[in-house]
């Protein structure tokens, strides 16, 4: 059963780091690019950054850029969203999905990914 599960969410203050993992089981990670996706509420689920399958490509939405950094550990099964200078708008449940692109593409659609995590909350406070 393919599966994907978030953790490393939790409550911090503005200006906080948080890293967040996505750990797959039923399937290699590494034959899958990887997305991370958060949702507000009242607010459509937003892409935020993804890592092709074989960790070459990255890309980030402008408002992270510069403050997360994506990257995996195929041996482990894992990805990870390392998120500083956290903000009160990062608030949100944020996701993890997996696509089998090409081994150099990742995209922000959320449209594009098969499999997806049920989410982990992150609060910042001010």
């Known amino acids: 059963q393919v599966q994907l599960v978030e953790s490393g969410g939790g409550l911090v203050q503005s200006g906080g780091s948080l890293r967040l993992s996505c750990a797959a089981s039923?399937?290699?990670?590494?034959?899958?690019?990887i997305g991370w996706f958060r949702q507000a509420p009242g607010k459509e689920r937003e892409g935020l950054s993804c890592i092709s399958r074989i960790g070459e490509a990255t890309n980030y939405v402008d408002s992270v850029k510069g403050r997360f950094t994506v990257s995996r550990d195929n041996a482990k099964n894992t990805a990870y969203l390392q998120m500083n200078s956290l903000k009160p708008e990062d608030t949100a449940i944020y996701y993890c999905a997996s696509a089998g692109f090409p081994a150099d593409h990742c995209t922000g659609v959320a449209r594009a990914y098969d499999y997806w995590g049920q989410g982990t909350q992150v609060t910042v406070s001010s």
């Open positions: 039923g399937f290699s990670l590494g034959s899958s690019a």
